[in-house]
């Protein structure tokens, strides 16, 4: 028995030993791995210090060159329709096209280019002739009315008459001469307006079509007087009489027109 426990004495303190020499092997295990994580949070905190001191640098530079930027940047307009390029290139890309008269930033010249600053804030370049410190000042050209000439090349004075002036006039013929109503009356006043807007000196340079009823051509109101071309009261009865004529009355004129675009 005195052996027996002896034995077992033995074993169980070989067990502690054993046991003890794990324990601390895996503490050292462990110790180490938190050296190398400590080794690489260090490492890692070390680089972001870098990189924010960079970043840092970096801030101050573009500080410096917008400084820059802002003491030398003009504000100077396009005299003409010009493009806005890439590089300081003819056959580099257009970003832009700009119209007359369009303010931009200058900020510096290179040769024939003038360096702009965009709204994105990148740098491109428009031809240095097409830029000027002022407005360019537009002079609209008049329009002058060719005169209108007749078969003989004479010049033709235009009608004077106002539409209101002709609408009455009208509007006794369609009662006192023709006997219609007020309806076709209103029928007419509606088909001239699309025609011609009672503008005796409306002209169709297409079809050739002319005066308050848009004869077509217009010497068919020679009928009526020599003056057909400029007097609205002579384009007036020939144009009641081909309504007449054709369509029986001014109603049925205008109903036709809704239907075809014409009459």
């Not at 008269?101 to 024939?112: A, D, F, H, L, S």
């Not at 699309?194 to 020679?222: F, V």
Request: hydrophobic share 30%; proline share 2%; aromatic share 10%.
């Amino acid at each position: 028995m005195g052996k027996l426990k002896f034995k077992l004495q033995t074993i169980i303190k070989v067990m502690l030993i054993f046991t003890i020499i794990i324990a601390m092997c895996t503490l050292i295990n462990r110790g180490e791995h938190l050296k190398r994580d400590r080794d690489s949070v260090k490492k890692q905190y070390e680089t972001v210090l870098l990189e924010k001191q960079q970043l840092e640098k970096d801030i101050v530079k573009y500080d410096t060159v917008i400084k820059e930027i802002d003491s030398i940047k003009e504000s100077v307009y396009t005299n003409t329709t010009t493009n806005m390029r890439e590089k300081p290139d003819d056959k580099s890309k257009i970003i832009k096209t700009y119209k007359i008269n369009t303010k931009i930033i200058k900020i510096g010249t290179t040769g024939k280019w003038t360096m702009v600053l965009n709204e994105d804030g990148k740098i491109y370049y428009i031809y240095s002739k097409n830029i000027s410190k002022n407005k360019t000042i537009i002079v609209k050209k008049k329009t002058v009315a060719k005169p209108i000439k007749n078969n003989n090349n004479k010049v033709i004075k235009k009608a004077t008459g106002t539409k209101a002036e002709y609408q009455a006039y009208a509007h006794n013929l369609v009662i006192n001469t023709y006997g219609w109503s007020e309806a076709d009356y209103e029928a007419l006043v509606k088909l001239w307006n699309r025609e011609s807007g009672w503008n005796p000196n409306a002209h169709n340079k297409s079809s050739g079509a002319h005066g308050i009823p848009q004869s077509l051509p217009a010497s068919k109101m020679k009928s009526e007087g020599a003056d057909y071309y400029t007097n609205g009261y002579t384009q007036i009865r020939w144009g009641l009489k081909y309504i007449k004529q054709r369509y029986g009355s001014p109603s049925a004129a205008w109903a036709h027109s809704q239907k075809k675009g014409w009459y």
